[in-house]
Every structure is written in C-alpha cells, then in structure tokens.
C-alpha cells in the first residue's frame, strides 16, 4: 500500500511540475463520485483550489496517498503557502480519524516510514501559530502506530518541553501515574467547587469536567488543559476535538504554549493572551505603553521641525529641503509605524482562536443542533494578521525608510558639492535641484514599496523582529542592499570626505587670507560638516543593533525552531527581545534629528523657540480674554476731580452698562 502511493506521489508531483497551473475553482472533482475526490475536494474548496486537489480525483488515491500528496503540495511553489499548510493539516486529521482503527493491516516496514515521515513533518511545522500541529495529538499518533522507538526517544529528551502545559502532556503520555497524582487534587478541587464528591475516581471526574462550565483562571491551569484532553479521548476519540495555541515570537516573554477542548473554544474562544504568565503580560504591557508615548514623541518632534522650516525663509535653502524630506517621512514613522508596533502585539495576542468544520468518517459536513465536540473537527484556519494589514503597514515602513535613508545621503552630496567647488555652488540652483531630486526620491520610493504587494512569495511583506512588519522572501535580500546598504555606504564615504576637504580648505583659508568674515565662514561650513556627520552616525547608530541581530541569526544555530534538535528555547526568547529592541531603537533614530537641529543649529534653535513663544503667548493672550470676558460683574471708574478742577475722563472703563453708556456720551 505504501509503495503504491509512493509511486502515486512520483507521478502526481511530475505532473505538477509539468503543468504548473491552478485550478480555478473544484469543478474538475465535482463531477467524480469518488468518496476520496470529493473528501479532497471539499478541503479545496474552503481553502484555495490546487491542481493537486483535481490530480487527486483523477487517480483515485488511496487515504495514505491523499495524505502523501497534500505533503507533496508543501514544495511546490505557490503562491499562497498557508492554505496548503491547511489542505495538509486536513489530509492529516482524515487520515488519522479514517485509519485509526485499521493500524495492523499496516506491516512492520510501511508503519515504520509512516511514522518517519509523521515526526519530520512535525519537525518542520510544529511552530506555527495554526494549522494543527498539536502536541497532545502527535504523542498520541506515535503511541497508536506502534512507533516504539520513537516514541521511546520523544519520552526520553522531551524536545518540545518549553513550558508546563508541554512537560504536562508529556507526563501524561509517557509516565501516566506521574501525570494522575499530580492534577488529581486539580480536577477534585473543580468538582468541589462544583458540589460534587470530591472522591470519585479518575474516569468519573473527567467525564465530569466535560460537563462543567469553566472559568477562565480554571482553563489557565495546565492540568486542567491537559485533562480535558484526557477527557475527550475518553469520551470521544484522540483526533480532531482539541485545540491548541502557541505562541513563540514575543518579546520579553518565553514560550506561550496552552490547549483546550471543543466544547469550552465554541463556548469562548481562546486567545493566546490567555495563555501568558503573568509577567509575561506585565512585559507586554510596558512594551506597548511605551511604544505609544515613543510615538507621540516622534510626531509632535518631526511637526516642529516642518513648522520651522515652512515659517522661516532663512531655513529654505537646499539642506532645509532634504531635512524637510527627512522630517516628512519620520512623520510617517510616527503615525503609522511606531503604533502598529502595540496594535501588531494585541493582534498577535487577543485574536480568538476557533475549531474549523466538523467532518465524519464519510465525508466533510457541518453538523447542527447536537453538542458541539460530539463530531471531530479540522483545524480552525486562525489568521493573527491579515495580508491587506501586513501590505499597508508594510508599505510605509519601507517607503519611510528608504526616504529617510535617501534624504540624508542627497544631503551628504549636497554638502560634498559646496565644499568641493564652492565657486561653482548656487544656491538658487541647489535648492532647485533639491526639490526636483526630493521628488523623484519620493516617486520612486513609493514604487519601492507597493512592489512587494504585487510579486509574490519571492517578496512579500511580512511579519520581522517579533512585530515591526518589512519585506521578506528570497528577493528581499536585493531590496535591502539597493534600499540601506548603498546609500548607507555613500552617505559615510560623501560626509568623512567632506568632513576632510572641509578642514583642508579651512587651514588654507588661515594662511592665506586674514579676513574675519572669510574665518566665521569656514567655521560655520566646519560646524554644518559635522552637524550632517552627527545625523549619519546617528542613523548608523540606529541601524546597528539590526545588523548585529542578522550577523547573530547566521552563527547561532539553537535559535531555528524547525530544528528541533538544537533548539533552546531561552536563546530563542533573547535573540526575539534583543530583536525588538533594536527595531525599536532603529524607529527611534525619527526622534534625534529634532535634538540634533536644536543642538547644532543656531538659526533653528531661535526659530523653534520663536514659534512656540509665540504660541505659548497667543494661548495665554486667549486664555487671559475668555477669564476676562467671563466677569459678570465688570467695574466702571468714576472721574477723579483733580486739584485743578478739571475731571479727568481717561480712566473711564467702558461696558455696556446703563452707567458706562452715560459717562460715554458725555466724554
């Protein structure tokens, strides 16, 4: 039976390199009667239709090489990756539920590579966030097939041992008295809550649990998770009516890793969020709160420097429109990039997990009006972030950056320009040239960044250093050496040689003429060199921790979840924090230039304190108007007779009082 599919396998994955095409929609099956077409079919359809669904038909597979060929979908290159993920998670769960009772018609050779081929797939995928890679399942398979020995090794080393809801379910796979004696006193403490005799043994209880209506800190104890699976299997069957949720990319935080039953996920879904520790949560907390002051911050800077640079003409010139640039797209980065960081973490955390369609052994069919884990059920498709969210927030991440990046080496060269041919320099012309360069820059940058929406899986928009979303694929890897490491390059090489001709020229300026003006401008040109080399540095500075984290991520192998055999999961949860800080450290070079400007630059510095002077006195001119217009009782002053007998009318107060319009008429 195995060779027969294996061979199946060969020819459907030739015809699939061959054709190289999608199956629009599942008529191709609709017209076979076969039960495994239409089993495949119907996975199709709620997912995206693939030729392997329609070749599936046409041979009329055996369950095995069903299963074997939704494997053989994971290496062909589509475009929409997870919902193969799913077709083979669904393949899987019918294999399971179909064969569970038929193990022995297997021989020893066809369970063994069963087995083989079962615990490699679950090496490579057992890390995503769905698609139902379940723990409790997978030990249970290895147990059901007979895979002694390597269920012997699994019990042995525990690779998937990360937190207490993990090292539970081991328990109660491998050493199940270990398990019993201790979340005995767990489900007996439920029940006494419950008014239930509290001395029941272990079947009673949990056929009890499945009864009972849990709340949220009783489904937060791992035994409590643990023995609701427990209880199903008892109940119902080991496939199809758990779930479990695991989250592995959060900063500050270990491995989040929990499950519950059916029944309680269609009562209340569960969200990842439930499953943290409690310091955990206190991290995330802190995280957010200062991602979102972090985020004011940037915009209330970047609004104050376009402000000076719009209302002060002496700032308008060639370098005051780069910076302006500049100052723009940090504006992007505070409103849209820097909130997303919290938005993307709640996602990540408070989207409710659900089950998907419930299936029997015959076909794939919704049941109604019966318990809700009285029928297994495939994995819920549970999608933390949706494609048309990873492409707009995507999408101004890399156009900001790149702008940024660009802004300050057009600046460098700018600059270079001026000190190396400073007759040849105009001032008119620079600034013109800068409008016209800040606009292509612009253009092409807004190019650059809606082309990862449009190419594919070889450049996409996706989900870097546990929230900060930016390109990914095998073609980013050029985007990112056209986008910051070119210009990166240049802006160091423009701003060290300018610093050096700048010095240059100034010592000859010394020698040769002893003019004050001619001094003041070489120093004013020497402090403008270094104020640029500031920004640079800075911006390396900022870029710094995200090179070290790629350079890291080349050498430590026990970061790569997929394998497992190296895999630690405490270097793991470090290398994912350090890479959120130096995501947010990279944001934050938005909010420098402000200080830098205020710092550096005289003209600025007055202009900035100008402005909000003027606006601290026009709120406290209106504030000091709406307190005066708001006495109800106004005062009037009577003329004073001085000694010369003449009354003096000037100090009269006029309102509309029946006295002041009197005195009024007679002055």
């Not at 050493?175 to 419950?194: G, I, K, M, Y």
């Amino acid at each position: 039976m195995f060779e027969d599919a294996k061979k199946r396998y060969s020819e459907i994955r030739y015809n699939i390199k061959s054709y190289s095409f999608y199956v629009k929609n599942y008529r191709v099956c609709q017209c076979v009667t076969h039960n495994t077409c239409f089993i495949v079919c119907t996975v199709g359809k709620l997912f995206t239709n693939r030729i392997c669904f329609a070749v599936a038909g046409r041979h009329k597979m055996s369950k095995l090489g069903i299963f074997i060929l939704l494997s053989a979908c994971m290496f062909v290159s589509f475009r929409d990756v997870e919902s193969i993920n799913t077709a083979v998670v669904a393949g899987q769960q019918f294999l399971h539920y179909t064969l569970e009772k038929n193990v022995n018609n297997f021989n020893e050779t066809e369970r063994n590579k069963t087995c083989s081929m079962f615990i490699k797939d679950f090496k490579r995928f057992w890390y995503n966030s769905s698609g139902g890679k379940y723990l409790t399942e997978y030990l249970s398979f290895l147990e059901e097939w007979l895979c002694h020995a390597q269920f012997s090794l699994e019990c042995l080393k525990r690779p998937y041992d990360f937190n207490q809801f993990t090292k539970t379910t081991y328990d109660r796979a491998c050493n199940r008295s270990v398990f019993e004696t201790q979340c005995f006193s767990s489900l007996v403490a439920v029940s006494s809550v419950r008014g239930r005799n509290s001395s029941q043994k272990w079947n009673n209880l949990l056929r009890a649990l499945r009864t009972y209506q849990l709340s949220d800190a009783e489904l937060q104890d791992p035994c409590i998770q643990v023995a609701l699976y427990d209880a199903v299997v008892l109940e119902r069957g080991k496939y199809g009516y758990y779930h479990e949720s695991k989250r592995l990319v959060l900063p500050f935080c270990q491995i989040s890793w929990c499950g519950r039953d059916a029944e309680n996920i269609n009562r209340k879904p569960i969200k990842a969020w439930n499953c943290l520790p409690q310091i955990c949560k206190v991290n995330i907390i802190i995280t957010m709160v200062i991602c979102s002051i972090l985020a004011v911050a940037i915009v209330v800077a970047n609004v104050s420097v376009i402000l000076v640079f719009m209302l002060n003409k002496k700032l308008r010139n060639s370098q005051g429109v780069y910076k302006m640039s500049l100052a723009c797209s940090d504006f992007l980065v505070g409103v849209v990039v820097v909130p997303s960081i919290p938005v993307s973490l709640n996602m990540r955390l408070n989207i409710p997990e659900v089950m998907g369609m419930s299936y029997n052994a015959s076909n794939l069919s919704v049941q109604h009006d019966i318990r809700f884990d009285d029928v297994p059920h495939l994995p819920g498709i549970n999608t933390v972030y949706y494609r048309s969210y990873l492409n707009a927030i995507g999408f101004f991440t890399t156009t900001s950056f790149i702008i940024s990046i660009y802004s300050l080496m057009m600046a460098s060269f700018d600059r270079f320009s001026i000190v190396r041919k400073p007759l040849a320099y105009s001032k008119d012309g620079a600034k013109l040239l800068a409008i016209r360069a800040t606009v292509i820059l612009w253009i092409l940058s807004i190019i650059l960044g809606v082309l990862p929406i449009f190419v594919g899986r070889s450049l996409r928009y996706g989900l870097l250093a546990s929230t900060l979303i930016s390109t990914s694929g095998t073609a980013s890897l050029s985007l990112y050496v056209v986008a910051f490491a070119f210009p990166l390059i240049v802006m160091w090489v423009l701003s060290i040689s300018t610093f050096v001709m700048t010095v240059r020229h100034n010592n000859r300026t010394r020698k040769l003429v002893a003019s004050k003006n001619k001094t003041l401008s070489s120093r004013t040109e020497i402090r403008m060199a270094r104020t640029l080399g500031i920004m640079v540095g800075v911006f390396t500075l900022s870029l710094l921790p995200v090179i070290c984290v790629i350079l890291a991520s080349l050498f430590l192998v026990q970061i790569y979840p997929q394998r497992i055999l190296t895999f630690k999961s405490y270097d793991f949860s470090i290398h994912t924090s350090f890479e959120f800080f130096s995501a947010v450290i990279l944001v934050c070079n938005s909010l420098w230039n402000f200080f830098i400007y205020n710092g550096r630059n005289d003209d600025f510095r007055m202009a900035n304190k100008n402005m909000y002077g003027s606006l601290t006195k026009r709120f406290h001119f209106r504030t000091k108007i709406s307190i005066t217009s708001s006495d109800s009782a106004p005062k009037t002053t009577i003329p004073s007779t001085p000694p010369n007998g003449k009354k003096d009318f000037s100090t009269v107060q006029s309102d509309n009082s029946p006295m002041s319009v009197l005195v009024t008429s007679k002055v």
